[in-house]
T-cell receptor, first 115, second 116 residues
Framework: AAGVIQSPRHLIKEKRETATLKCYPIPRHDTVYWYQQGPGQDPQFLISFYEKMQSDKGSIPDRFSAQQFSDYHSELNMSSLELGDSALYFC??????????????FGQGTRLTVV | AQKVTQAQTEISVVEKEDVTLDCVYETRDTTYYLFWYKQPPSGELVFLIRRNSFDEQNEISGRYSWNFQKSTSSFNFTITASQVVDSAVYFCALSEANNAGNMLTFGGGTRLMVKP
């Protein structure tokens, strides 16, 4: 079965550079979520989209922005990268929450290293 | 505000031992969902179980079992006859129904090490 695809799997950037992470949800899933997991930390919710509109916002820095496109894939744009942005970034997708059979499926993550 | 606490940061057992991972949650909602995820060394998050707040039935899936007790706000996870492949970080997570979508609040995780 198709899963959530994230690209790239690994990314190395220098401080102050920009990074773009991509997420391709499971087919027919209309909701995408982004999480950030720092070293030794639990995943922290950043932002979510439903039907291309932002639905929830967590602890996402102003330097980060995200959007969901018409084909439901999503991109997380990160600018002015800082060393503290080094983390594993997960994307998850689901059918909208008010469906009783929904659950979030996670991608394998993008490991971002800022040097 | 929602909160998930996994008091055990690290557990070490010998293969074939049973082990229980504790999870305590806080929420003001009457409708909410509880999850367990496994994160092996490779890093991906593997979904294990989802339980809604109205279903207090315990669940067993092979060597895995879950004990949901609303009275103590706990959702504990037991692995019976542990195996080396069970070594991973396990996260308990909570989502409140009033959230627009599946926004999860994770506990800090419990690192389980199963030694041969």
């Amino acid at each position: 079965a198709a899963g959530v695809i994230q690209s790239p799997r690994h990314l190395i950037k220098e401080k102050r550079e920009t990074a773009t992470l991509k997420c391709y949800p499971i087919p027919r899933h209309d909701t995408v979520y982004w999480y950030q997991q720092g070293p030794g930390q639990d995943p922290q919710f950043l932002i979510s989209f439903y039907e291309k509109m932002q639905s929830d916002k967590g602890s996402i820095p102003d330097r980060f922005s995200a959007q969901q496109f018409s084909d439901y894939h999503s991109e997380l744009n990160m600018s002015s990268l800082e060393l503290g942005d080094s983390a594993l970034y997960f994307c998850a997708s689901s059918l909208y929450w008010d469906r009783s059979d929904t659950e979030a499926f996670f991608g394998q993550g993008t490991r971002l290293t800022v040097v | 505000a929602q909160k998930v606490t996994q008091a055990q940061t690290e557990i070490s057992v010998v293969e074939k031992e049973d082990v229980t991972l504790d999870c305590v949650y806080e929420t003001r909602d009457t409708t909410y969902y509880l999850f367990w995820y496994k994160q092996p060394p490779s890093g991906e998050l593997v979904f294990l179980i989802r339980r809604n707040s109205f279903d207090e039935q315990n669940e067993i899936s092979g060597r895995y079992s879950w004990n949901f007790q609303k009275s103590t706000s706990s959702f504990n996870f037991t692995i019976t006859a542990s195996q080396v492949v069970d070594s991973a970080v396990y996260f308990c997570a909570l989502s409140e129904a009033n959230n627009a979508g599946n926004m999860l609040t994770f506990g800090g995780g419990t690192r389980l090490m199963v030694k041969p």
